[in-house]
């Protein structure tokens, strides 16, 4: 790919996914999503665009009965997405703050697109570092041949295919759906104690000053003691609650996966879904990593509200607008 156009990145929400595989199968003819699919499918082929899929979209996937219509989609979806995947969040948070930690002393930051979006099973279920063998049996250069041949025959779309339809347990299993049921009532159970609070400002503060102690901290602290700095040169003694956001927002992952949670939380009549826990996933990366992304309304509606979209730079859709994504994909063409 040409290092000075680098391609932009477009992530669909699951129900898109299903929507723009309908055009393409035929079941929907509507000529405004045909010319748009077509325009994606040009833009991809000439490396212009990059459509990656993750964890959440093949759960989803898992959610149709039928394998017919399963296979179908999955096909199409690995058509356009060639197989590019991101990893999940949870392990890009250190590198959000190795990259603050950076900037604040004058450093170039790391490249985490680069880090977390790629062609591989070991995006899409890991943490993008290759497979590897091991071996004090076999010559070094042997086991090196054994692992390039590893890493290219995972890092193609058919292996992520043969992923998405024949290895159903990693994505939806009992197991899994019951972790996720545990964690939706412990997220009502937080819910309910933080609304304890009638204040609503010092509810929201008493949230982040949780979010900051439980999540950023104890890794600060950890990369402090191995990069032998203070912790007062990341967050300074008496620093104030508006330098505090400030801070919190040059963490993109960490900030957006934050707004997304508590202003979901702040709709005390709206019960938690499971979801919810997928969309936030998804969407607490490419928010803030994906030049364009068209997901559910409801949240997209709350990262426009906390406005995630000017704050880093994405142009955010839902199905009720999708067409409007023709002119942006126009202007990449150009």
């Given at each position: 790919?040409?290092?000075?156009?680098?391609?932009?990145?477009?992530?669909?929400?699951?129900?898109?996914?299903?929507?723009l595989g309908q055009v393409h199968y035929g079941i929907n003819n509507d000529k405004?999503?045909?010319?748009?699919?077509?325009?994606?499918?040009?833009?991809?082929?000439?490396?212009?665009?990059?459509?990656?899929?993750?964890?959440?979209?093949?759960?989803?996937?898992?959610?149709?009965?039928?394998?017919?219509?399963?296979?179908?989609?999955?096909?199409?979806?690995?058509?356009?997405?060639?197989?590019?995947?991101?990893?999940?969040?949870?392990?890009?948070?250190?590198?959000?703050?190795?990259?603050?930690?950076?900037?604040?002393?004058?450093?170039?930051?790391?490249?985490?697109?680069?880090?977390?979006?790629?062609?591989?099973?070991?995006?899409?279920?890991?943490?993008?570092?290759?497979?590897?063998?091991?071996?004090?049996?076999?010559?070094?250069?042997?086991?090196?041949?054994?692992?390039?041949?590893?890493?290219?025959?995972?890092?193609?779309?058919?292996?992520?295919?043969?992923?998405?339809?024949?290895?159903?347990?990693?994505?939806f299993n009992n197991k899994n759906e019951k972790l996720f049921d545990s964690m939706?009532?412990?997220?009502?159970?937080?819910?309910?104690?933080?609304?304890?609070?009638?204040?609503?400002?010092?509810?929201?503060?008493?949230?982040?000053?949780?979010?900051?102690?439980?999540?950023?901290?104890?890794?600060?602290?950890?990369?402090?003691?191995?990069?032998?700095?203070?912790?007062?040169?990341?967050?300074?003694?008496?620093?104030?609650?508006?330098?505090?956001?400030?801070?919190?927002?040059?963490?993109?992952?960490?900030?957006?996966?934050?707004?997304?949670?508590?202003?979901?939380?702040?709709?005390?009549?709206?019960?938690?879904?499971?979801?919810?826990?997928?969309?936030?996933?998804?969407?607490?990366?490419?928010?803030?990593?994906?030049?364009?992304?068209?997901?559910?309304?409801?949240?997209?509606?709350?990262?426009?509200?906390?406005?995630?979209?000017?704050?880093?730079?994405?142009?955010?859709?839902?199905?009720?607008n999708f067409n409007d994504l023709e002119s942006y994909l126009d202007k990449i063409?150009?």
């Amino acid at each position: 790919m040409n290092a000075h156009n680098p391609p932009k990145y477009l992530y669909l929400d699951q129900n898109i996914w299903i929507y723009l595989g309908q055009v393409h199968y035929g079941i929907n003819n509507d000529k405004n999503l045909v010319r748009i699919l077509e325009k994606i499918k040009r833009l991809v082929d000439d490396n212009k665009l990059i459509v990656p899929i993750n964890v959440t979209n093949v759960v989803e996937l898992y959610k149709a009965s039928d394998s017919g219509k399963r296979e179908r989609l999955a096909k199409f979806m690995i058509s356009i997405s060639k197989g590019y995947c991101f990893i999940q969040f949870v392990y890009l948070t250190e590198v959000e703050i190795i990259n603050l930690i950076r900037k604040i002393f004058g450093l170039s930051e790391l490249n985490i697109q680069e880090q977390a979006i790629g062609q591989g099973t070991h995006f899409l279920i890991a943490e993008g570092i290759p497979p590897r063998l091991t071996s004090d049996k076999l010559d070094d250069s042997i086991l090196q041949l054994m692992n390039e041949h590893l890493v290219r025959t995972q890092s193609t779309p058919e292996a992520i295919l043969d992923l998405m339809l024949n290895h159903r347990s990693i994505f939806f299993n009992n197991k899994n759906e019951k972790l996720f049921d545990s964690m939706v009532n412990e997220i009502e159970t937080i819910r309910n104690d933080e609304y304890k609070i009638k204040d609503k400002n010092y509810r929201h503060k008493v949230r982040i000053a949780k979010y900051i102690m439980q999540i950023i901290n104890p890794v600060l602290a950890e990369l402090c003691v191995e990069y032998r700095f203070p912790p007062s040169a990341i967050i300074p003694q008496g620093i104030t609650f508006k330098q505090i956001m400030k801070l919190f927002k040059e963490l993109p992952i960490l900030y957006t996966f934050f707004c997304l949670t508590s202003e979901r939380d702040r709709i005390p009549n709206r019960p938690i879904q499971k979801n919810d826990i997928y969309d936030i996933a998804s969407l607490s990366f490419a928010i803030p990593y994906c030049d364009y992304v068209v997901g559910e309304r409801f949240f997209i509606s709350i990262a426009k509200k906390k406005n995630l979209d000017k704050l880093y730079n994405t142009i955010l859709l839902t199905k009720s607008n999708f067409n409007d994504l023709e002119s942006y994909l126009d202007k990449i063409q150009s």
